[in-house]
């Protein structure tokens, strides 16, 4: 079964600063990664998606992630933060149960503050 | 607009009493699925569903029931609530799949006192 590790539960950054959310996961064969953003009090939103097509991957609000197998990490980044990007965020990937049931396996979470 | 209602956002009950969180999305998607969230967890996936025909059990099942009678619904049954079950609770759904998009809905925060 796959599995999701984000290594630090709260991140903190200064506006402007580059922001870094840690992203490992268990797999043999390459996974379908995502990273989804929880805005307080609201859903969970896409982010970006990885599909094999590129190991960059750019998604909404000027993030991007990089696939990267020999590290079996989906590191999520942004050269500048925004006081906007306050967020809690999710790295997940796709997996499929013995009894063939889709199921999308998230990190804990990582709860990114931006300091002004 | 493209979305996933759940009702209610926010419900407090007291332990057995059976009660419902409805989900309604309005996309044509064929793939929905309930998570709860809970401090230090991330989410967990309770049931999901592939269609109108095929529906099965997620991770953390125990205690839930699903129903999708039609496409558009698929509401989460507590037929006999208990205080562990207090957590957030996301409805998410997508056109197909779990490798493509899931669009979700605001949450459902329940307390079971």
């Known amino acids: 079964a796959q ?4 290594l630090g539960s709260h991140v903190s950054v200064s506006e402007g600063a580059l922001v870094l959310l840690r992203c490992n996961y268990s797999s043999s064969v390459p996974p ?8 307080p009090n609201q859903g969970l939103q896409l982010l970006l ?8 991957v750019k998604g909404i609000n000027g993030f991007e992630a990089e696939f990267k197998k020999s590290e079996t990490s989906f590191h999520l980044t942004k050269p500048s933060a925004h006081m906007s990007d306050a967020a809690e ?9 013995l009894q063939g049931a889709q199921k999308l396996v998230f990190g804990q979470g990582t709860r990114l503050t931006i300091n002004p | 607009e493209a979305q996933v209602t759940q009702n209610p956002r926010y419900l407090i009950t007291v332990t057995g009493k059976k009660l419902t969180v409805t989900c309604s999305q309005n996309m044509n998607h064929e793939y929905m699925s309930w998570y709860r969230q ?11 569903s592939m269609n109108v025909e095929v ?6 099942p125990e205690g839930y029931k699903v129903s999708r009678k039609e496409k558009r619904n698929f509401p989460l049954i507590l ?13 998410a759904s997508s056109l197909s799949g779990l490798n493509e998009k899931l669009f979700f809905g605001s949450g459902t925060q329940l307390s079971v006192l």
């Open chain 1, 3 to 6: 599995s999701v590790t984000q």
């Open chain 1, 49 to 56: 998606k990885y599909t094999s097509a590129a190991t960059l």
């Open chain 1, 32 to 39: 379908y990664l995502f990273w989804y953003v929880q805005y």
């Open chain 2, 38 to 48: 809970d401090p230090g967890l991330g989410l967990r996936q309770i049931y999901y």
């Open chain 1, 89 to 97: 965020y999710f790295c997940a990937v796709s997996d499929l149960s």
């Open chain 2, 79 to 91: 037929e006999s609530p208990s205080p562990n079950q207090t957590s957030l609770y996301f409805c």
């Open chain 2, 55 to 60: 529906t099965d059990k997620g991770d953390v």
